[in-house]
C-alpha cells in the first residue's frame, strides 16, 4: 500500500476529488455504520476494503479501532487509515436493516453480501 502521502491528510481528499464525480460518505456517516453494523452482533468478523489509491481490495479485520482520530481508523492489517480513502467495503451480511434508521447509506447488494460505497461517478 502507497503511504507516501501519510502525512499530508489533505491528500485522499485531493485523490478521490480527481477520481470520482461523487462522495457519498463523510468520515462522520463512515463512524457511524462501523459502529452500527460492530454493535448489532451478526457475526462479521472480516472486510473487503477498496481503498481509492490502490488496485486491488484488502481483506482485513471487522470492525477496525475507532478509538482515534475523527478521521481515521486504526487497523490490525495496516495502521491508521484515513476514513476518506476507502472507495467501498464489502461485508458479509445485509447492512442495509442494521443502517436505515441512521439514515441513508449508499447499500448494494453483492454476491458476498453488502457493498457501502464511499465514492462514485
Do not use: H
Not at 500500500?1 to 480527481?18: E, F, H, I, T
Not at 470520482?20 to 459502529?35: E, G, H, I, L, Q
Not at 448489532?40 to 481483506?59: C, H, N, Q, T, W
Amino acid at each position: 500500500m502507497d503511504r507516501s502521502n501519510q502525512l499530508d491528510p489533505a491528500a485522499a481528499g485531493r485523490a478521490a476529488r480527481a477520481g470520482f464525480s461523487a462522495a457519498f460518505m463523510s468520515d462522520t456517516k463512515w463512524r457511524k455504520a462501523f459502529r452500527a453494523i460492530a454493535e448489532a452482533s451478526v457475526g462479521i468478523r472480516e472486510m473487503l476494503v477498496k481503498f481509492i489509491d490502490v488496485d486491488e481490495p484488502k481483506r482485513m479485520r471487522f470492525p477496525p479501532s475507532l478509538a482515534c482520530p475523527l478521521a481515521y481508523m486504526d487497523t490490525v492489517e495496516f495502521g491508521p487509515m484515513e476514513l476518506r480513502s476507502i472507495e467501498w467495503l464489502e461485508v458479509g451480511a445485509d447492512i442495509e436493516p442494521l443502517l436505515a434508521p441512521l439514515g441513508k447509506f449508499p447499500i448494494e447488494r453483492s454476491d458476498r453480501g453488502s457493498r457501502l460505497v464511499g465514492y462514485g461517478n
